[in-house]
């Protein structure tokens, strides 16, 4: 599968890349983060999402983190009772 860069057009008309973040939830965004995005109803954006091939979909979300995704997980579960300090 071919991954491209997303663009988003600014408002001058040339395009730019678009930045996506992950947050956990809306707790981990800074105020002004959060009022400036997710709280705007203008900068809001609802996008319909097609799946294209329902299993490959299906398998993603089973097991995000790949083929070897189980024995990383396995090994995690394995060795954090031994960890004393974690920074997240």
Do not use: Y
Request: hydrophobic content about 30%; overall charge positive.
């Amino acid at each position: 599968m071919r991954r491209r860069s997303a663009c988003w057009p600014r408002g001058n008309g040339s395009r730019g890349t678009l930045q996506v973040q992950r947050f956990k939830g809306l707790g981990e965004m800074n105020p002004s983060t959060l009022k400036e995005t997710t709280l705007d109803p203008a900068r809001r954006a609802l996008l319909r999402v097609a799946i294209r091939d329902a299993a490959r979909t299906e398998q993603t979300i089973q097991n995000p983190h790949g083929p070897r995704g189980r024995a990383a997980l396995r090994a995690h579960h394995e060795r954090a009772p031994k960890v004393e300090e974690v920074d997240v």
